[in-house]
């Protein structure tokens, strides 16, 4: 079942671009969090969304919140993204599709193509947005729009 406003975000582990564990209890109670998901690294959209997160980072930090790009691709596909794009915030794999089916993000293009889609959580792990689009861009446009109302 996909998460909607009000649900609260799973607690869940993943491995970042570094390797590290990432836990979602170190993030839930202390800074808003803005989650999303993309198909993957290093094709047009989901490189003009990553760079737009990018060339918007510090507003996010400003509102305190923190930035998790999620998809399957593996750890070493990530670091090679994050280099060439200089990407400064999370980018988790999620190789074995779990954190999709736990966030409940459906699929795009006839079910084909993994889909698109922003959380957007408040400091106590409130989901205040989902946004599910294909337009890339307009991810960024609209959690910042919800952070803002949220302060």
Do not use: W
């Amino acid at each position: 079942m996909a998460l909607k406003e009000g649900d609260k975000i799973p607690i869940f582990k993943a491995i970042d671009a570094n390797g590290t564990e990432f836990d979602s209890q170190n993030y839930i109670g202390k800074s808003p969090l803005v989650i999303y998901f993309y198909p993957k690294d290093d094709t047009p959209g989901c490189t003009a969304q990553a760079c737009s997160f990018r060339d918007n980072y510090q507003d996010f930090k400003d509102l305190g919140a923190e930035v998790i790009g999620v998809s399957s691709d593996s750890k070493s596909s990530h670091v090679k993204f994050k280099e060439k794009y200089q990407l400064p915030f999370i980018l988790l794999s999620d190789s074995d599709k779990k954190l999709r089916k736990l966030f409940g993000v459906p699929n795009d293009f006839l079910g084909l193509i993994p889909g698109r889609a922003t959380y957007v959580a408040d400091k106590n792990g409130t989901i205040q947005l989902v946004f599910d689009s294909t337009s890339a861009k307009m991810h960024i446009t609209k959690a910042l729009e919800i952070l803002k109302k949220e302060l």
